[in-house]
């Protein structure tokens, strides 16, 4: 749980019927005022959307090392050039 003071403020200007709306939602989710709600409502959101953003860098990372490990020139070794060539041999 944060125990941060709270020192810091949005304020946010919106349209009436959207403020009625967002205070009807408060109300029947439960919690004590319209500041809770939003507060709970944005946070929540917007975690969820950092680590989102996070895994898709991350997943980014992932594929461009993938691709970059796919298109190194590959290192044929002394038993896969016998193995091709006896292959060549059999099958043409």
Known sequence: MRTSIKDARI????A???KITIEQAAVL????????Y?????LEDSQRRIEVSQQLIKNEQDAALFYEILN?????NKKLSLSAAKYKRLFG
Not at 38 to 42: D, Q, S, T
Request: glycine share 8%; charged share 25%; proline share 4%.
């Open 29 to 36: 989710g439960g919690f004590r005022s319209t500041t809770d």
């Open 38 to 42: 939003m507060m709970k409502v944005l």
């Open 72 to 76: 190194r020139p590959t290192q044929v």
């Open 16 to 18: 009436s019927q959207d």
């Open 11 to 14: 304020n946010i200007k919106l």
